[in-house]
């Protein structure tokens, strides 16, 4: 408590005032009324210093919902980097299935994988008054990001909202937020100890990305090796995106370099479809030469030929909960479920062979520029 008996704003989930913003600038409130709602020039380096000051506080502008604070908008958001990709398409669904059966409106904001971007976002539904606002996919993993969703979260909780976390680890204990995971570590340990119980031991992981969905990914195939008394090969784990393009790159960059593998793992559907490309351009069968598999199970995953042996993941199960439990957290005192995955064998995985790496290579040596 502040001096005057008023909550300061750096309590957490504290709404900051004008004035308070006004005095950490160093400006008036007139001047921070100017700069929040963009109504009258101000110096540049002032600017600044009020946009600094109002980040600091977790200050939001919300003229219309003053005197309402404790009321929502009936309206669901759904944050996610981009809606091209078939893993958020599918979650998207069950999200605004599950949203239109509790009565509420569904909006689906994109990020394209910018943290400010999405610091953005999520302010404009604090002033529309957002019921829940549910992220999914990766989380960029850092003390300054958590620190800052910390913050969100308990900010929302004060105004009657719902930060939900939706495939993405939970930012700790005693935070007010709704997590719905999937074992996503477990998912990939699941798959690669499938690779080794058929003799693979040079297994590829291609496409590992920054977020945490790739991290946990990387933890549960590390896991599988250190089981069966393997170590990582660094040289066989490829940085990449998760797009079509990345797989195909990293698996060109695989054969190029002429590495022995007998498998490849690509850390989601999309980037196995670019790798399957690369083998077969380099005249490497699957599963006959090397072994291919992914993860996420979206439909793309049955299209392949082969049919792609993957990882399933519930994605319109986690949709449906992210709302579910955000929505009606009153009768669900648990608010961090776990959904289960598996591998689904199809036809895209075999028995290793000790020809495969020459078979592999020399294919290469014939497609592959030097």
């Not at 990020?111 to 019921?131: F, G, M």
């Not at 992981?205 to 990914?217: D, I, K, N, P, Y």
């Amino acid at each position: 408590m502040s001096r005057t008996g008023a909550a300061s704003a750096d309590e957490p989930g504290k709404r900051a005032t004008v004035k308070e913003v006004a005095a950490r600038a160093g400006v008036s409130t007139a001047t921070v009324s100017r700069v929040m709602g963009g109504t009258y020039p101000v110096a540049e380096a002032t600017r600044r210093r009020v946009q600094q000051a109002a980040q600091d506080l977790d200050y939001v502008l919300n003229a219309s919902a003053r005197g309402l604070r404790s009321t929502t908008s009936n309206t669901v958001a759904f944050v996610v980097a981009d809606v091209k990709g078939p893993f958020f398409s599918l979650i998207a669904d069950g999200v605004e299935q599950q949203a239109t059966a509790e009565g509420r409106l569904c909006l689906v904001c994109t990020t394209h994988n910018d943290p400010d971007r999405e610091l953005a976002v999520i302010n404009l539904l604090r002033e529309q008054r957002a019921e829940a606002i549910i992220l999914v996919g990766g989380a960029v993993e850092t003390p300054e990001y958590t620190e800052r969703m910390v913050k969100l979260a308990h900010s929302l909780d004060t105004e009657g909202s719902r930060l939900v976390l939706c495939g993405r680890p939970s930012l700790g204990p005693d935070v007010p937020e709704t997590v719905v995971e999937y074992d996503n570590e477990g998912g990939a340990f699941a798959m690669t100890s499938y690779l080794l119980s058929m003799g693979h031991e040079r297994i590829a992981l291609v496409g590992v990305g920054e977020h945490s969905t790739a991290a946990q990914r990387v933890r549960g195939y590390r896991r599988a090796l250190q089981e069966r008394g393997l170590p990582l090969a660094p040289e066989l784990v490829i940085q990449g995106d998760h797009r079509r393009e990345d797989g195909y790159q990293a698996t060109r960059e695989l054969l190029r370099r002429k590495e022995k593998f007998t498998a490849v793992f690509a850390v989601t559907d999309i980037i196995a479809a670019g790798a399957m490309k690369a083998l077969r351009e380099a005249g490497v069968r699957v599963p006959e030469d090397v072994s291919l598999v992914g993860y996420d199970d979206i439909p793309l995953s049955q299209d392949l030929t082969p049919e792609l042996t993957t990882v399933h993941v519930p994605h319109e199960e986690l949709g449906r909960a992210s709302v579910r439990l955000a929505l009606n957290r009153k009768h669900n005192p648990a608010q961090h479920v776990k959904l289960g995955t598996h591998v689904v064998v199809r036809q895209s995985a075999g028995a290793a062979a000790s020809r495969q790496h020459d078979g592999a290579h020399s294919a290469a040596q014939e497609h592959i520029p030097q």
